[in-house]
């Protein structure tokens, strides 16, 4: 059964810093493709990143330059590293793996406000 847990998140100032994890079991974490999704107050969910399972990455437009992505296959942890924070930003942020995508977390709530 696939879980992942979010955490990390919480309240910073514009052009703040802050590192999410998550932690993924049930499956074999270092085959797979995973990729963080946003979800801020009355919009739709928004891929934010994505690293394969070779560790390429990839970026919306809204997030290239100040967050990072990454994979540590032996904690079976993917980060994402969100420098010069904006408002903008605000929202629950989740993990998704491609091994099953229904399957998500409960979220981390990152709020940039002043």
């Known amino acids: 059964q696939v879980q992942l847990v979010e955490s990390g998140g919480g309240l910073v100032q514009p052009g703040g810093s802050l590192r999410l994890s998550c932690l993924a079991s049930g499956f074999i974490f270092s085959g797979y493709y995973m990729s963080w999704v946003r979800q801020a107050p009355g919009k739709e969910r928004e891929w934010v990143a994505g690293?394969?399972?070779?560790?390429?990455?990839y970026y919306a437009d809204s997030v290239r330059g100040r967050f990072t992505i990454s994979r540590d296959n032996a904690k079976n942890t993917v980060y994402l590293q969100m420098n010069s924070l904006k408002p903008e930003d605000t929202a629950v942020y989740y993990c998704?793996?491609?091994?099953?995508?229904?399957?998500w977390g409960q979220g981390t709530q990152v709020t940039v406000s002043s």
């Open positions: 998704n793996s491609n091994r099953a995508p229904s399957n």
């Open positions: 690293i394969s399972s070779g560790s390429r990455t």
